[in-house]
T-cell receptor
Framework: QKEVEQNSGPLSVPEGAIASLNCTYS??????FFWYRQYSGKSPELIMF????GDKEDGRFTAQLNKASQYVSLLIRDSQPSDSATYLC????????????FGTGTLLAVQP | GAVVSQHPSRVICKSGTSVKIECRSL??????MFWYRQFPKQSLMLMAT?????????EQGVEKDKFLINHASLTLSTLTVTSAHPEDSSFYIC????????????FGPGTRLLVL
């Protein structure tokens, strides 16, 4: 079982819709969760991080964490074509200082 | 956010040569930096943790004698791919937390290595 799992996609949504990206992780002791966006040929850029159960909103982005179910999700409201990218979920496992474990990423395609 | 730079952005070399990649934190000091490798259509895989003033910590399966890491100052870490082979062709990315104890990492722009 992979430590961090994501559906590779592609996830296709129309412009203006809500895109929902999901991620599950295996280490129940994980405390820190991150979403990065990666455009083709570029390095990842941080979108959000979340540490506590529940929702965390930042502009059009909302991260949701459910530690009991071991999943973290990212919602993108009013999706734009410029949001088309690969979204990487990353987790710091329990007991590991700053050591990010990445999922394989979900490719999002926002159709104009 | 914090800025991390890498140099070079792209390098092409012959098989058997060594390639050095630099990672710099531009507006903050980084006692720890991380080196990742990403093959096409795959995710980032952590190779090693670079520690200022001490030896790097390598992930399982990463050859420390092949991927030499030096973290000589609080703003610079270097990764040297020794005796590079075509299978080492990949996208190498470094990252650093913006401050000591900070878990949020900022990534450099990456270095694309092609070994012929």
């Amino acid at each position: 079982q992979k430590e961090v799992e994501q559906n590779s996609g592609p996830l296709s949504v129309p412009e203006g819709a809500i895109a929902s990206l999901n991620c599950t992780y295996s280490d129940r002791g994980s405390q820190s969760f991150f979403w990065y966006r990666q455009y083709s040929g570029k390095s990842p850029e941080l979108i959000m991080f979340i540490y506590s159960n529940g929702d965390k909103e930042d502009g059009r982005f909302t991260a949701q964490l459910n530690k009991a179910s071991q999943y973290v999700s990212l919602l993108i409201r009013d999706s734009q074509p410029s949001d088309s990218a690969t979204y990487l979920c990353a987790v710091i496992p329990g007991g590991a200082t700053n050591k990010l474990i990445f999922g394989t990423g979900t490719l999002l395609a926002v159709q104009p | 956010g914090a800025v991390v730079s890498q140099h070079p952005s792209r390098v092409i070399c012959k098989s058997g040569t060594s390639v050095k990649i630099e990672c710099r934190s531009l507006d903050f000091q980084a006692t720890t930096m991380f080196w990742y490798r990403q093959f096409p259509k795959q995710s980032l895989m952590l190779m090693a943790t670079s520690n200022e003033g001490s030896k790097a910590t390598y992930e399982q399966g990463v050859e420390k004698d092949k991927f030499l890491i030096n973290h000589a100052s609080l703003t610079l870490s270097t990764l040297t791919v020794t005796s590079a082979h075509p299978e080492d062709s990949s996208f190498y990315i470094c990252s650093a937390p913006s401050s000591v104890g900070e878990e949020t990492q900022y990534f450099g722009p990456g270095t694309r290595l092609l070994v012929l």
